[in-house]
């Protein structure tokens, strides 16, 4: 008698089939590799995108500091990167061979403790996940177990992007500073630079990108779902339902964060640098932009919100450099006065219900009404 | 007054309870005792500090000091999650249910198991899940309405849903905060024949103002004043008692 027997309801598939379609197959024909690869860095925020539609769109924890998991995902990629392009051949020119190029500019003889395990893609693989995971962990559980929450805990998340950058870029000898990790090169020493891999890497992330949507999705449908929505209209029912608010906020934070750090590892790998450019207050803000303009509520919405802001963050941003800051409020202020759910929202309540009436004329088949999260409103 | 070594054993034993906000006690040295199967209504005027004993007990505010003994258990050291598995259940004032959700599955979220981030990620909805829900929505008049979400049911249906929520998890103390407020005639009609029905079996402890429904379920009553107790007893000797006319009932 109760829905939701399936993993998908009907506009959440053809969002499903619509997406891959446009990744997998449209995309990669036709466009070049330059062009491909914008598309790869573009669908980076989409991993962010889709932790924040869990955090923010569900359990309505605002993050301002998505960038931090971003550049701590990113960071762990590239340390294991930046070392491997500093085999002591390729740096024999530098006073001490064998450790990264900004260490000996800043007078660092010895490959610092923390780096160490870099050497390692396993380790590496694992600090990708644990890193930002533990870093949200102990965040979330200082902030959620004291009943921090709301604009405070936006506000402290903004606080710890703006800490992250400046301690980047301060430790200008352990971490690149300013500049960031540039010139990686290979992956156990398979060329990440050349068309072919940039190609790979792209299917690579897309492939990745869809086991994040799935496991969005089945969290989404699992009580736990329900309970995030729950929580964030009446905190105090769920607390007296018997539940720990706290616990549950801590896992939305962590699985936000991980996306996110799955992202900016991406982002290393697929644009080949990382710089703090990506860890601070701006990047964070937008990145809840991209989530809004999609549509927040919906996991397929917040996607395309990532990708249509950033191919517009290029090309508007070639043309009138200056203008693009001022665009991109505009758009923020236009989405929230105007179309709270974002594309997903105009969708659903536009697009849909004609879809809806081609389908019901063909079989009249009443009974199902959940189109409050719709899907995303695919590109032309 | 209960003085020493109780012979009978209480459901819910408060004593010396006191809160203080800014030095304000808004509840003052407050003592009661609650049975098992007992219906108890906390009547009083405006301030008297009906609802922040009840928010003391269910432990959405500390207490400054005193303690409240459920079932033996000290429930000023507990958070709110734990009070509730303990089995105390709260109703709110005004209904607190959650709208973007169905009435199904408010209802599943109240029912007592998988209450842990992982219990909730591998919460199956089996038959037992389905049978009790459905129970239960039959006996709060929603049983047409499972799959309706709760924004549209109206401000009677949505305090039904909510006792139904209480029900669910099936307390062994049942705390209700002005349950018939804001109700039409009909609906509080229903409501005290609703209320009727679930106290079986269970302690509950009801703040009401409509002095026609107190009469109708309440075993005992007791006044409040300022943070203290004026009167507590039977429905007939509070009702006489000369101080309550005065500052309550009187006017």
Known sequence: MIINSRFFNRSELMGFIALAAVLFVILPLTLDVFRLNLVAKYLTYAFVAIGLVLCWGYGGILSLGQGVFFGLGGYCMAMFLKLEASSVENTKIQSTPGIPDFMDWNQITALPFFWQPFHSLTFTILAIILVPGLFALIIGTAMFKRRVGGTYFAIITQAVAAILTILIVGQQGYTGGINGMTDLRTLKGWDIRPDHAKIILYFVEVVLLFACIGIAQFIRLTKLGRILVAMREQEDRVRFSGYSVANFKIFAFCMAAIFAAIGGAMFALNVGFMSPSFVGIVPSIEMVIYTAVGGRMSIFGAIWGAILVNFAKTSLSESFPQLWLFGLGALFIAVVLAFPNGLSGLWADYVQPRIDRLFASRRAKAGWADNSVADGAPAE | ?251
């Open chain 2, 1 to 251: 007054m209960l003085i020493g070594h109780q012979p009978k054993e209480f459901l819910l034993a408060v004593s010396g309870l006191t809160v203080s906000f800014d030095g304000f006690k808004a509840v003052n040295d407050l003592s009661f005792y609650v049975e098992e199967n007992e219906i108890r209504v906390i009547i009083g005027p405006n301030g008297a500090g009906k609802t922040t004993v009840l928010d003391l007990i269910c432990g959405k505010t500390k207490a400054t000091s005193g303690s409240i003994q459920f079932r033996g258990k000290e429930l000023t050291k507990m958070k709110e999650n734990e009070i509730v598995q303990t089995g105390v259940g709260r109703k709110f004032q005004t209904p607190s249910v959650f709208e973007d959700l169905t009435v199904f599955e408010n209802l599943e979220i109240s029912f007592p198991r998988g209450r842990t981030v992982f219990g909730s990620l591998t919460f199956q909805r089996d038959q037992l899940v389905e049978d009790r829900v459905e129970e239960v929505a039959e006996m709060i008049f929603l049983k047409d309405k499972l799959n309706t979400y709760a924004d549209e049911l109206s401000h009677g249906q949505k305090q039904w849903l909510e006792i139904g929520m209480l029900l669910i998890q099936d307390p062994d103390l049942l705390m209700l905060d002005e349950p018939v407020a804001g109700m039409s005639v009909s609906e509080r009609a229903k409501t005290a024949e609703l209320l009727n029905r679930i106290i079986k079996n269970r302690s509950v402890l009801v703040i009401e103002h409509d002095m026609k429904f107190v009469e109708d379920i309440a075993h005992k009553v007791t006044v409040l004043h300022q943070g203290q107790i004026l009167s507590e007893g039977t429905m007939e000797k509070v009702k006489n008692d000369p101080k309550v006319i005065e500052v309550y009932l009187g006017h």
